[in-house]
């Protein structure tokens, strides 16, 4: 019987250790990690602010390999008339 709780004991307490370890965890290294998929935030780039429409003619001219700006402007133009 006393081998018995030993060998539970011997198993249970290294997991419910682990269970603690990411409390530990400076936040400075997790900072560190979550800045390599930040965007640069250029602020060059626009939205195109498609409607669904709009977004599925987009995806039907990538399909038969229309150039992307071309397209845009086809359909946002489309889209003033």
Request: hydrophobic share 40%; charged share 35%.
């Given at each position: 019987m006393?081998?018995?709780?030993?060998?539970t004991?011997?198993?249970?307490?290294?997991?419910?250790?682990?269970?603690?370890?990411?409390?530990?965890?400076?936040?400075?290294?997790?900072?560190?990690?979550?800045?390599?998929?930040?965007?640069?935030?250029?602020?060059?780039?626009?939205?195109?602010?498609?409607?669904?429409?709009?977004?599925?003619?987009?995806f039907?001219?990538?399909?038969?390999?229309?150039?992307?700006?071309?397209?845009?402007?086809?359909?946002?133009?489309?889209?003033?008339?």
């Amino acid at each position: 019987m006393k081998l018995a709780i030993r060998v539970t004991l011997a198993t249970l307490i290294p997991y419910t250790a682990l269970a603690f370890v990411p409390a530990f965890i400076p936040r400075s290294s997790i900072s560190s990690k979550s800045r390599v998929f930040q965007e640069s935030g250029d602020g060059d780039e626009e939205g195109l602010d498609l409607d669904l429409g709009e977004m599925f003619e987009m995806f039907d001219a990538a399909d038969k390999g229309e150039d992307f700006e071309k397209a845009a402007e086809r359909i946002k133009s489309k889209d003033e008339d």
